[in-house]
């Protein structure tokens, strides 16, 4: 699986590569109040993928730390439940005290 997620980055990369050689004319975007930016058409798509992507991660950034403090509880409490199952075993082989014990 390894390989195969390799060998797939290697021809995203060259995709990519050759789509950038072939767009290297200049863009002008238009934003909102009159402001503009000029730049090559891949700079530009490059800059808003990186954004996009930043923005993805800092959205998922709470969900992650939820999971991993349910993560961490819920190991505490499989550890805890292991410790008194052992010790629920470990009643069951002893042998039971004696009835009457009798002192001289």
Known sequence: MKIISRIVAVLLFILFFFFALKNTQEVTLQFLWGYNMHGPLVGILLGF??????????????????HKR???RNKKTIASMQKEAET??????????PDNITGA
Do not use: D, E, W, Y
Request: charged share 5%; no cysteine.
């Open 49 to 66: 993928f990186v954004l996009g992507a930043v923005l993805g991660v800092l959205a998922m950034t709470p969900t992650v730390f939820r």
């Open 88 to 97: 629920q075993q470990l009643a069951k082989t002893q042998p039971p005290p």
């Open 70 to 72: 349910a993560l961490s």
